[in-house]
């Protein structure tokens, strides 16, 4: 309910106090035995009773006013016509009261006319001076009353004006705050500002994506040919005032259409929607930025006012609030459901995407398509090219896809360098081969970015709903699962999945956990295989290997969990046990055995970084050590040299100046760089075992064989063959000048027992005195 306005605390008030003194002169008459006199106090008290009672319960004011007012003047004129001048006192506040029981301009004839009333009835009854006085402050009385009333009434006129825009602020502010559509917003602002100035015509322009152009927000009550012939206009100092508005960021005034330059192309529409005048206000952002305008157009010739002018800013600024949520909200979403790089959809969108679709192919019986895209060797264009390039690759790769796929196909991109392709509405699976392999052949195109070329390739899994699965993240796995398996067909193919890949992901997950379980349960063991001297046929080296002995399983391949230790980064927990495994036994042998016996130690790249990385301990571990610093050689990879990152190269700078050797394990079967052997101060160099194995006399293998062992005794570097299986192999390597060779010739990888044995039993005398001394 409303709160009571102040005509009805007055009536309420006047009404009750009245009763109460009339009351009082009636219990005077009373005693006074004054009988006609206290019946007719007594008839006003019931008046007076019932015009506080009606209004009380019906809140209407304006006929008691009128009521009460004449008969307090008639009650007036009454009591000096029967008891003479002495009761003309009464007049002044019946005077004073007119002025709030009567609009204002009413009660100051009314006042006048009861003067002119009083002042016959009582000029004979006192001198002329008296009558004078008597009439001047009747006068003022009335001057007084007359002004106070008006500018109480402006007063209150202007508190009603500004009740009822707070209101409007206030329900525009609840709009905003409850999430309503920005059209329906600015449409209840435009129709605000027409409710408070009935002449008026209002229009809110935003900005279209270009913001070169205005188009239509809101116009409730503008002529439709004018709101068609005002969206999309131009922003510019000579377009009409709302385009001018937003070309020169102020406000624009045009008293008078017909007479301005601006209104020469719409002048004709303007006239036949009765429009004479218009102003434009420019909706500014919190940021100061304008956002939009503000228009309002008059039937008549206007200039605007001051308060015109506060009224609208007002407004404007609740356009404003309301423009920017939205903008605000848009890109709250666009953030939450679009990649920021490439502009597809991501995961979220994806999966809402891929969530009807699976409700539609269900409702309708129909397949989908769900293909993983991993791109082959992104990795190596971020680090050898830069960031940047990267990501112009993957920019390009996304308008690669969508030029491929179908035209209701969907593609979003998961993150890094994946990206999920979903093909509905499938009549068959030639459709979906189809795709794939124009998006093989797309993108394996050339690029051209910032004046570099780069090749890439794409590895594609596909899964089908429902044949494979039904559940979203089913899907998803499947089409990862088959997507390794393109990357293990050579990468550059696409691959469905089947039910032995989900099988081996499963296999694969428990793997992983035996790992982890492994680790705590020191189900780890060091094996050691010889490095024979091919010269002396003398053993002072070995590689250490890591074994898993499961409780279950039996003995693990080593190529089934190093590469998922490396994966998870439980290599760093394994190797922490090898070493000081190694350590602790390479001690012994340097006394038993051989001074410079030295053991390698195979290493991962995940243990060279700054952060995680394990390489800085193992140095500091050995440079403790007097005269251990060489025991022990860390075997690194091609790749680990080809990441060529600066931390790489410090940690591999470090280890050399500490005085440890570095030796290149299964050299020739990767980018086999030359440029890393001149960079990199390297130890030793394995030639890998699969040119080893297939080394004869006048083999392209041997020839292969003897470059890298020439190429290594002229940087000085020692050369290692690994997989030697035959005399002929290890005497063809030993004639070419290799240094050391390895293989199950010599002997298979072997627990320390068996290998203190294979030294008894295979060194030169000079050795064997050497070990019994020990």
């Not at 009261?97 to 006192?126: C, D, G, K, P």
């Not at 009558?131 to 402006?154: D, E, G, H, K």
């Not at 290594?712 to 000048?737: C, H, M, S, Y």
């Amino acid at each position: 309910m409303h709160p009571r306005s102040i005509k009805e605390y007055l009536l309420l008030s006047s009404s009750s106090s009245g009763i109460i003194v009339i009351i009082v002169f009636m219990l005077v008459r009373l005693y006074q035995q004054e009988w006609m006199h206290a019946l007719l106090d007594g008839v006003i008290v019931l008046a007076l009773s019932g015009t506080f009672y009606y209004v009380y319960k019906t809140r209407n004011t304006e006929k008691v006013s009128i009521f009460l007012g004449i008969s307090s003047m008639l009650g007036v004129v009454l009591i000096i016509w029967l008891k003479g001048i002495g009761h003309i006192y009464w007049e002044y506040p019946v005077i004073i009261a007119s002025y709030y029981l009567f609009r204002v301009n009413v009660a100051l004839v009314l006042s006048a006319l009861l003067m002119i009333v009083v002042s016959i009835l009582t000029f004979e009854q006192t001198s002329l001076i008296s009558f004078s006085t008597i009439i001047v402050t009747l006068i003022m009385a009335n001057i007084f009353a007359y002004f106070s009333a008006r500018n109480i009434s402006q007063q209150h006129i202007s508190l009603i004006k500004s009740e009822r825009l707070e209101r409007l602020r206030n329900k525009t502010l609840e709009l905003i705050v409850g999430s309503h559509k920005l059209p329906v917003v600015l449409e209840f602002i435009t129709k605000s500002v027409e409710q408070e100035n009935s002449d008026v015509i209002c229009s809110i322009s935003l900005f279209d994506k270009s913001k070169k152009f205005l188009i239509t927000g809101a116009a409730p009550s503008l002529p439709k040919a004018m709101i068609e012939k005002m969206h999309m206009v131009e922003i510019g100092p000579e377009g009409c005032p709302c385009g001018a508005a937003a070309f020169y960021e102020k406000r624009i005034i045009v008293a008078n259409i017909c007479t301005d330059n601006r209104w020469t192309l719409f002048a004709e529409l303007a006239e036949n929607s009765n429009l004479s005048a218009c102003w434009a206000e420019p909706i500014v952002s919190s940021e100061g930025e304008v956002i939009g305008v503000f228009s309002i157009y008059h039937s008549v010739h206007y200039t605007p006012t001051l308060q015109d002018f506060l009224l609208v800013e007002q407004f404007a600024h609740l356009a404003s609030i309301s423009i920017e949520r939205e903008k605000n909200h848009l890109l709250i979403w666009q953030q939450a459901n679009f990649d920021s790089l490439t502009g597809l959809p991501n995961r979220n969108m994806m999966r809402s995407h891929l969530t009807q679709l699976i409700a539609r192919a269900e409702r309708d019986n129909e397949k989908i398509a769900v293909a993983f895209l991993d791109l082959d060797h992104f990795k190596d264009v971020n680090d050898t090219l830069g960031h940047h390039i990267g990501d112009a690759l993957l920019k390009e790769t996304a308008k690669r896809i969508k030029q491929s796929i179908r035209k209701n196909d969907i593609v979003a991109r998961l993150g890094g360098d994946e990206f999920v392709i979903i093909m509905s509405n499938l009549k068959d699976f030639k459709g979906v081969e189809v795709v794939a392999e124009q998006l093989r052949k797309s993108i394996s195109l050339p690029y051209y970015l910032f004046n570099e070329v780069v090749h890439s390739a794409v590895s594609i899994g596909l899964t089908i709903y429902p044949d494979d699965a039904v559940d979203i993240d089913d899907l998803l796995k499947n089409a990862d699962q088959a997507m390794y398996g393109a990357k293990s067909l050579g990468r550059n193919n696409y691959h469905y999945f089947t039910q032995s890949m989900r099988e081996q992901a499963i296999e694969r997950m428990q793997l992983i956990q035996d790992l982890r379980r492994a680790i705590k349960n020191e189900e780890f063991f060091v094996v050691y295989q010889p490095i024979i001297c091919l010269q002396t046929n003398v053993t002072y080296k070995a590689e250490a290997l890591v074994r898993w002995l499961h409780p279950t399983r039996g003995i693990i391949n080593p190529l089934d969990f190093i590469p998922l230790a490396e994966e998870t980064g439980l290599i760093i927990d394994i190797s922490d046990y090898v070493f000081s495994t190694v350590l602790l036994d390479v001690k012994e042998w340097r006394n038993s055995i051989h001074p410079h016996f030295q053991i390698s130690i195979n290493t991962s790249p995940i243990q060279y970084k700054e952060n995680s990385g394990n390489i800085a301990a193992w140095m500091n571990a050995l440079n403790s050590e007097k005269d251990s610093r060489d025991s022990i050689a860390f075997e690194i990879t091609e790749n680990l040299l080809m990441e060529n990152k600066k931390g790489v190269a410090d940690i591999l700078t470090l280890v050399k100046q500490s005085g440890i050797p570095i030796s290149i394990d299964d050299f020739g079967t990767g980018y086999s760089s030359l440029s890393y052997l001149k960079n990199y101060d390297t130890d030793y160099l394995k030639i890998d075992k699969s040119f080893v194995q297939k080394m004869s006399e006048d083999s392209k293998d041997l020839a292969l064989c003897e470059a890298m062992v020439v190429m290594a005794k002229k940087l000085n570097i020692k050369v290692i063959a690994e997989g030697i299986e035959t005399r002929e192999q290890r005497d063809i390597l030993r004639d070419i000048g290799c240094d050391y060779g390895q293989g199950y010739y010599f002997s298979r990888p072997i627990i320390k027992r068996e290998f203190e044995l294979f030294l008894l039993n295979n060194n030169p005398a000079n050795e064997l005195s050497a070990l019994s001394k020990g």
